[in-house]
């Protein structure tokens, strides 16, 4: 047979047997990126706000595929940052994390959730009745407070319906701040038309200016009845709870982050109802701004899977200086022989032994919690 002449059917444009060349390891370096705060997140599409006022839509570059972007994230931003209506940016950086909330399914979960990053504060929302409050779940999350290195606001609501005083007691020692709100008498009734009283949503917001504040809490806690009043703009659905099984049904979604106005005590004393506010800064008439809220969706479990137990005992000062006396391998529970913690109760003054027993007992309590053992 003779030789067959070359035309251009044979021309190869990737003679190599992988079909192409090797991906190159070097990334582009972005120096034009700008930065923005992510303040929603809805199917792999980002909300940010870049510069403070501009609203811009964004999505993951391909070198993020793996890694989490979540709200109160602060990232680098590339591509059409205009925020006009059909512009998308891409995310191409997470700037380094002062803090990160995380979860797990349960307790021995291996697979962490970052609920958010960059909070300075976790406002555990926790009703004194209807539903009824569980400690256990506070207690849960006061742990995972102290591990991410964020300060703890417990706030009370529904004061209208019981005392606030047990958990005063458990929690005050813990160095756990305190907060309570009352609703007002509904007018009409309308069990979804919800209103809190203006001086005890004046106290929460005066315990949220200048913070980055993250609330969690049971379905039905009044977390979004507090963020209708904290921030009317956002207009966050509200629900009533079942009478048979005495929980909330979830209104909220999805995290969004939320700018703290200031000054609309009367305006954000009314509750509203509605639909989810998407995503933003939750612009308001008001005086301005002063710190941020992120609201989150009810949760029903909090996994501590991820906790340290030494990092626990690190969150109490006192606690932990005493503890370098004990012997190696002490569990610092009750149970646990010659602990030194005990010690450092039977050697205090009279005076001061109620409040160092309130604060040891708390912190088994936690530590408990963690460990699964009894206290």
Not at 89 to 113: H, K, M
Request: glycine fraction near 10%; charge should be negative; aromatic fraction near 2%.
């Amino acid at each position: 047979m003779g030789r067959r002449d070359i035309d251009e059917s044979d021309f190869r444009s990737r003679p190599s047997k992988r079909g192409s060349r090797p991906r190159t390891k070097q990334r582009p370096e972005h120096s034009d990126a700008v930065t923005g705060l992510v303040t929603g997140v809805d199917r792999g599409r980002y909300t940010l706000l870049v510069d403070d006022d501009v609203t811009v839509t964004a999505m993951k570059a391909r070198e993020l595929t793996r890694t989490r972007v979540v709200v109160g994230d602060r990232v680098d931003v590339v591509g059409d940052t205009s925020g006009e209506e059909g512009s998308l940016a891409r995310i191409v950086r997470i700037q380094e994390r002062t803090s990160t909330l995380r979860r797990t399914a349960d307790d021995t979960d291996p697979y962490e959730r970052i609920v958010v990053a960059n909070a300075d504060q976790l406002v555990i929302v926790t009703a004194l009745a209807q539903p009824e409050p569980r400690t256990g779940m506070i207690d849960r999350c006061v742990v995972a407070a102290y591990d991410a290195g964020m300060s703890v606001l417990l706030c009370l609501t529904k004061a209208d319906l019981a005392s606030p005083d047990h958990l005063r007691e458990l929690y005050e020692p813990l160095g756990v701040e305190v907060v309570v709100t009352q609703r007002a008498s509904s007018e009409n009734g309308d069990p979804g038309a919800v209103a809190l009283t203006p001086e005890s949503v004046e106290d929460v917001r005066d315990r949220l200016t200048g913070l980055v504040s993250v609330l969690v809490g049971h379905s039905g806690v009044g977390k979004s009845t507090l963020i209708n009043a904290l921030v009317p703009a956002a207009k966050r659905a509200t629900g009533v709870v079942n009478d048979v099984t005495g929980r909330g049904r979830h209104t909220s979604t999805s995290a969004v982050a939320l700018r703290l106005p200031v000054g609309v005590a009367e305006a954000g004393a009314e509750g509203a109802t509605g639909t989810d506010g998407a995503g933003g800064a939750g612009t308001d008439d008001g005086e301005g701004f002063d710190g941020w809220v992120i609201d989150t969706p009810g949760v029903r479990s909090f996994g501590l899977a991820h906790v340290e137990v030494a990092h626990l005992l690190h969150a109490f000062d006192d606690l932990d200086e005493v503890a370098q006396e004990c012997p190696r391998g002490c569990t610092h529970l009750a149970d646990a022989p010659d602990c030194a913690l005990d010690d450092w109760i039977e050697a205090s003054p009279e005076d001061e032994r109620p409040a160092r027993t309130a604060r040891l007992a708390s912190f088994r309590r936690l530590l408990s919690s963690r460990t699964g053992s009894d206290a």
